[in-house]
């Protein structure tokens, strides 16, 4: 079987659940591994390794300083209150958003 494995797929591979099976296939060599000279130096996968371990720890900056803001957390419980009881007046219709945006 021929498969094209660009960095993107190796990368969410290494870091994440993304075919995990890969390694079995590969073992049991189901898959060869090909590599071009113009494709994929380690330079490559270090920066995008990097990048997106960069993006990972600003997402979690952004969730930390939202769970640190008692005010808004407040609001978004609220928020959360307030749906369950499906009070629908609580809330400004996406379409009004959208306008505003």
Known sequence: MKVVID?????????GSLLQDLDVK??????KIVVSEEMHTVKEFKHLIQESI???IE???ETF???AD?????QIQN???AR???NKTAFIPWEKVKQNV
């Open 7 to 15: 960095t993107n797929i190796w990368i969410s591979y290494l870091l």
């Open 26 to 31: 590969i073992l049991a060599k189901e898959i």
């Open 54 to 56: 960069a993006e990972d």
């Open 59 to 61: 997402a979690w900056r």
């Open 65 to 67: 300083d939202i769970l």
């Open 70 to 74: 008692k005010n808004l957390m407040r």
């Open 79 to 81: 928020a959360e209150a």
């Open 84 to 86: 369950l009881k499906k």
